[in-house]
């Protein structure tokens, strides 16, 4: 029961700080359990979200990742990703995780994003 409420207040509050503090409705213990499930859900994964794209040629495009801008010239790893190629309507990259020599290869159009878990 208490982690069933724990997730549901931890989806609610996704991303923000519990900086009302003391709490009417939960304990120490519950807003201690709160921010360690935060903390230990963001140490092993990393996101890379693909908010646009704007294409014009293989030679001509933008992409709006991970709140940077990234253009042909200015094309490098993001974030621990690698961008592989760039189509009209999607985006190509790669990852390789810490334990592992294979690449893994994904596709994302905009709005989407990729978690990966370690």
Not at 41 to 63: E, G, P
Not at 102 to 116: A, D, E, K, M, N
Request: glycine share 2%; charged share 25%.
């Amino acid at each position: 029961m208490q982690i069933k409420l724990l997730t549901s207040v931890y989806l609610s509050i996704c991303g923000n700080e519990l900086i009302a503090f003391p709490s009417l409705f939960f304990t120490d213990e519950d807003i201690k359990a709160i921010r360690e499930s935060k903390r230990d859900k963001t140490a092993h994964s990393l996101k890379l979200h693909l908010s646009a794209l704007v294409y014009r040629d293989q030679n001509h495009w933008s992409l709006w990742v991970n709140h940077k801008i990234i253009r042909p010239e200015t094309h490098r790893d993001i974030d621990g990703f690698h961008l592989e190629r760039v189509m009209p309507h999607e985006v190509t990259f790669s990852w390789i995780a810490r334990d592992s020599t294979t690449p893994i290869i994904f596709t994302l159009r905009p709005s989407q994003t990729y978690v990966t878990k370690e």
